[in-house]
């Protein structure tokens, strides 16, 4: 079930030009993330009330009567440890096993969760929690608790139609989307977002580059001369040096670089998935995976991503793919010229929907039979090879005795390409001590 910040959650709220705490001045219309992307989902800014001294008063006994109920269950928690680390050692002295051995069994659990789909009773939840909390002010709204008794209670939340079911779990749906995805409402909001994440990415990469001895880098830029967060760059042990040793520029000066040609660009989101930018996207993401499955195949030249003759590739060397879209073709991205349909293959790449695969040995010769059998049968597998543009007719030898021949100039110009050396070095030893003559 969700928790108590889940089911009291406001509704979602799209962005717009309307006036919310911490917003720049109207007259600056594109000072904010939201305001550069109007419709799009906004995750909604906490609201904070002042409260009067009667509410502090009542609050500071609150959390006195909670401290001291925490202390009371701590000591019995610690009373409850000792004797159980009593029973632990009598049993393991009983079995012949170590301590830690009973310790384990006890208090063993698996740290993998599985993602919670949403379900009918966490949208009826929600439901409730918009019903009772909403008036409320913070430190009175109900609690899970209470919510879900109250659903169980609540004769009108019990006999809904199908169709309502479905409305409140896809109204769920779009609350969750907004908290993982939402745009952030103030540029305060988007400046603590961004510290408080690269924090936590950059964090995992140190410990992954211990673990592993991966290198790795990452430079973050702002998108608009009115944010907030500045630009920095992350890396792991010495992996800057490869940008001053190899490409001759300092770190500071490619972020200075990215900061200025990304303020220049000032584009939204519907700006970043125009259909030529999909496209640039969708095909390098397809050449990256096609890269990294055939550098196996020792060949002297890289193997070419041709869709037209795809057939070719997957009968000579065994590669396939996995969760092409229904509904599109298999081509290229640049001759796709729906938005829709390229940003359904652009995502499809971005999570591993669509991926290249090598076929097994028994799957590659079963193909091999069925391509040689629609040939046999006088079918055009592929795309024939373009042909010449002087086909059909003569062309010169290299040893044709009508061809035209160098010039003088020419010739003798390839004769003078070794230099001229002296018939006789006169050696430092020679000038000084008078010997031999080489």
Not at 65 to 78: L, W
Not at 370 to 381: C, F, I, L, S
Request: charged share 30%; hydrophobic share 30%.
């Amino acid at each position: 079930m969700e928790g108590t910040r889940d089911a009291a959650a406001p509704d979602v709220c799209r962005s717009g030009l309307s006036a919310v705490a911490g917003d720049p001045p109207p007259a600056l219309n594109d000072a904010s993330w939201k305001s550069r992307n109007p419709g799009k989902l906004v995750i909604p800014p906490r609201s904070s009330e002042k409260l009067d001294a009667v509410q502090r008063a009542a609050r500071k006994v609150a959390a006195e009567q909670r401290r001291a109920k925490q202390q009371a269950i701590s000591d019995a928690v610690a009373e409850l440890l000792e004797e159980q680390e009593t029973r632990i050692n009598e049993i393991a002295k009983a079995h012949s096993v170590l301590p830690e051995k009973v310790r384990l069994l006890i208090t063993g659990e698996t740290h993998y969760r599985k993602r919670r789909e949403e379900s009918l009773a966490n949208a009826l939840v929600r439901i409730k929690a918009r019903q009772v909390n909403s008036d409320l002010p913070c430190g009175q709204k109900f609690q899970l608790k209470e919510l879900q008794e109250m659903v169980a209670n609540d004769p009108d939340l019990q006999n809904l139609d199908e169709e309502t079911k479905q409305r409140y779990l896809g109204e769920l749906k779009e609350s969750r989307s907004c908290k993982a995805i939402g745009i952030r409402s103030t540029n305060t909001a988007a400046s603590r977002d961004v510290q408080a994440t690269l924090k936590k990415i950059y964090g995992e990469l140190q410990a992954l580059a211990y673990c592993t001895g991966i290198y790795a880098c990452m430079f973050v830029t702002r998108g608009h001369v009115y944010d907030m967060h500045a630009t920095t760059w992350l890396g792991t042990d010495n992996i800057m040096d490869f940008w001053e040793d190899r490409m001759k520029f300092s770190p500071d000066y490619i972020i200075k670089q990215l900061e200025l040609w990304a303020c220049n660009e000032e584009k939204n989101i519907e700006a970043r998935d125009s259909l030529e930018n999909m496209q640039k996207q969708a095909k390098n993401g397809l050449d990256s995976g096609f890269s990294s499955i055939t550098k196996h195949l020792r060949q002297e030249k890289a193997i070419r991503l041709r869709f037209a003759n795809f057939e070719q590739i997957k009968y000579k060397f065994g590669i396939s793919y996995e969760g092409w879209p229904d509904g599109i073709p298999f081509s290229s991205p640049y001759k796709i010229q729906t938005v829709d349909e390229i940003c359904h293959l652009r995502d499809a790449i971005r999570d591993d929907s669509f991926r290249w695969v090598k076929m097994t040995a028994t799957q590659h010769h079963e193909y091999r039979k069925q391509v040689d059998a629609r040939r046999e049968a006088g079918e055009t597998v592929s795309v024939p090879r373009q042909g010449r543009s002087d086909k059909g007719k003569k062309r010169k030898a290299l040893n044709d005795e009508n061809a035209p021949q160098a010039s003088k100039k020419t010739c003798r110009s390839r004769a003078q390409t070794t230099p001229k050396s002296r018939e006789i070095i006169t050696t430092s030893d020679e000038e000084s001590d008078g010997g031999e003559r080489v």
